[in-house]
């Protein structure tokens, strides 16, 4: 057991051992974590506050329970706790919706700031691989406890490290029954917390009479009753008798239990005795709601077009009335979302962020986010990049982009790599079978540089952690991003090294990145004062730049110049989260797989993954159905009622994150802890 009470008591956990590594190499599902350990940290005391703020109530979470919980990780679930940093803005007078609401996965929020989740991330295919279907794994089923690692709370911890319940919270019930229940029997409805449409939420004991506060307690169930018969099978389902492995095993039956459709029922109760909507978490399915009745605070709200949430912004047309001769159009009537520094991992961070007002690119000031990080991911382990021998499989060597395309780089991709490019000279292993790999710091710095040292070509580039510096990068991001009408865009991805007539007179595939240090469409550079100034900062010949930033504080590059990495006949791997390490700018992305955190969208949009530079969301390339948005623009990106104007990543295999700036962007820097 872990104490959490946060009451002169150190958060620990206990270390597990290594999972074997899940693999998913097309690019078009992001990646199962399920498998991936995670380390164990130090961890500060719970945290959360409640407050009135208008027609809101806020709460303020870093996410951890203050009560016993079990161990994380554990054989069936690899994952560690990590603080989550939250601003839950819940209407204080709930207002009923015109219809149910789907509130996979979250529902709402715990008085102890825990938040309740009631669908899942993981779902059958007929395939077996990561995807979505009817039959989602139900948590909160003892069938699934192998699958889940749940505790005796009913919870667990996501790859993310959010701990998070899935049923009733036995230790939050037990802290706030204040001795109201004894021998498992109520003796006053106990408030567990408040739905994100701002309806309340209680334990599993009513009133017999609901409007009848003098009445007998109760325990109320669910109208959720299990399926009889047998499901379909494949390829329309799992097959087997329904037995409440997946949620679809049950069904609505109005009146055999206490509740509705949406687990809830109108009545009075010690904090409302006048009287008010109320949901319960059941013993039984579905434990946590899944649905709405009301409507859901700005974070969660599914908005018609031309009403903005909270928290954006619309621009104006009197935007441009004192525009300049040949400055950017600021945007006209498009909607805005202002960054939430919440989102970002506590861990990640290297100072608090603080607001300052800065300089961006183009010279004007703005009040920005002051981010600093290490450029260290928390949820996944950096590497491997490079196999060793041609005999090595996929679980020791990274991937490789190619046409659109994610390869594993294992070690039949190495032996093989001539006849994958049609080049000849390609040979990168020795007569034993062992591969050319840069296994020192100065061999790395001599084959990562553009004008690759001679002795290391036909090598596999690989640079490892321990052989740079812990710099601190200290991002300057505009809190209001200012939308302009015409767009900076970027270069266009390298591609291979051939002879096709499409390779320019430089010996470059047309359309391919600029050299390093060369930018003629690029993003701007770093700035070595923060304050945005006109000077390009580089470090031995190499540009720095940086697109944006994940939300675990590792920043999302340019394309990379492949074809002059493959011009020397070097082979320069990503590992499985797309990223890998230069000299110069340690770790960073080049593409998206799905590896970091993601913040879920409730209306089935893809989750959003960090912030780009000029403080316009980033989401994932796909939706969760799989779909991939048509109408992007060349940016990347496009606008609806909710997120406002955002990017969604390119395919993991074009090694391209976004295409253009659409606003403003800030500045990074790069400095030595």
Request: hydrophobic letters at 25%; proline letters at 10%.
């Amino acid at each position: 057991m872990v104490c959490m009470t946060g009451i002169g008591c150190s958060t620990t956990q206990s270390p597990s051992q290594p999972q074997p590594k899940h693999r998913v190499n097309d690019g078009s599902e992001r990646q199962d974590l399920r498998h991936q350990p995670m380390d164990v940290v130090e961890l500060p005391k719970p945290s959360v506050s409640i407050t009135i703020e208008g027609e809101y109530r806020v709460i303020t979470t870093n996410g951890l329970p203050n009560h016993e919980i079990g161990e994380f990780p554990n054989p069936s679930n690899p994952n560690a706790l990590r603080s989550q940093n939250k601003e839950i803005r819940i209407p204080l007078y709930p207002t009923p919706s015109s219809g149910l609401i789907p509130s996979a996965p979250e529902f709402g929020v715990a008085l102890n700031g825990v938040i309740f989740d009631s669908g899942t991330g993981e779902f059958w295919t007929v395939t077996g691989e990561r995807g979505r279907s009817a039959w989602n794994y139900d948590a909160s089923s003892t069938n699934n406890q192998g699958r889940f690692g749940t505790d005796f709370n009913h919870a667990h911890v996501n790859p993310t490290g959010k701990y998070h319940y899935h049923g009733v919270p036995t230790s939050l019930l037990e802290s706030l029954a204040h001795g109201h229940i004894h021998d498992d029997h109520a003796h006053e409805m106990i408030h567990l917390g408040w739905a994100f449409d701002g309806y309340p939420i209680y334990a599993p004991f009513g009133y017999e009479d609901p409007d009848d506060p003098t009445s007998e307690i109760v325990g109320l169930t669910s109208s959720y009753q299990l399926k009889h018969g047998t499901r379909p099978g494949p390829p329309d389902g799992p097959g087997n008798s329904y037995d409440g492995t997946y949620a679809a095993d049950y069904e609505y039956i109005e009146g055999s239990g206490d509740l509705d459709r949406s687990n809830g029922r109108t009545g009075v109760t010690p904090e409302f005795p006048d009287g008010t909507y109320y949901y319960i978490i059941t013993n039984e399915f579905p434990s946590v709601p899944r649905t709405w009745v009301g409507t859901p605070g700005p974070e969660f709200n599914r908005r018609p077009p031309g009403d903005a949430p909270r928290g954006m912004h619309q621009g104006h047309p009197e935007d441009n009335e004192d525009k300049l001769p040949g400055e950017p159009l600021k945007s006209t009537h498009t909607q805005v979302q202002s960054v939430n520094p919440a989102y970002f991992m506590e861990d990640a961070l290297a100072a608090p962020i603080v607001k300052e007002e800065r300089i961006l690119s183009d010279g004007t000031t703005a009040l920005c986010y002051i981010i600093r990080t290490y450029s260290e991911p928390h949820e996944h382990e950096m590497g491997p990049w490079a196999p060793t021998h041609i005999d090595d499989d996929a679980g020791k060597g990274g991937i490789w982009l190619q046409d659109g395309e994610v390869h594993d780089v294992d070690g039949p991709f190495v032996r093989d790599i001539a006849e994958f490019y049609d080049d000849p000279d390609w040979k990168l292993y020795r007569e034993d079978g062992s591969i050319r790999v840069t296994d020192t710091k100065e061999a790395f710095e001599a084959a990562a540089r553009p004008n690759v040292d001679p002795k290391y070509h036909n090598y596999v580039v690989e640079g490892r952690p321990e052989w740079i510096d812990r710099n601190v990068f200290v991002y300057v991001i505009p809190v209001h991003p200012i939308y302009q009408t015409e767009p900076t865009l970027l270069g266009r991805a390298g591609g291979p090294r051939d002879d096709r007539s499409d390779v320019n007179a430089n010996g470059r595939p047309e359309g391919g990145p600029p050299p390093r240090g060369n930018r003629p469409d690029g993003p701007p550079p770093v700035r070595r004062d923060g304050q945005g100034s006109a000077d390009q900062h580089q470090r031995g010949g190499t540009e720095i730049t940086a697109l944006g930033i994940a939300f675990n504080g590792v920043n999302f590059d340019p394309p990379a110049p492949v074809d002059a990495i493959l011009a020397a006949h070097t082979l320069a791997p990503f590992d499985d989260a797309g990223g890998h390490i230069n000299p110069h700018n340690g770790y960073h992305y080049h593409t998206v797989t799905g590896h970091t955190k993601e913040i879920v969208q409730h209306d089935g949009h893809a989750p959003m993954i960090g912030y780009m530079m000029d403080g316009f969301g980033l989401y994932a390339h796909a939706n969760e159905d799989g779909t991939i948005p048509n109408d992007l623009d060349e940016c990347g990106g496009h606008t609806d009622s909710i997120r406002g104007y955002h990017y969604h990543a390119g395919a993991a295999g074009e090694n391209q994150i976004i295409k253009g700036f659409r606003g403003i962007p800030g500045s990074m820097t790069v400095g030595q802890e």
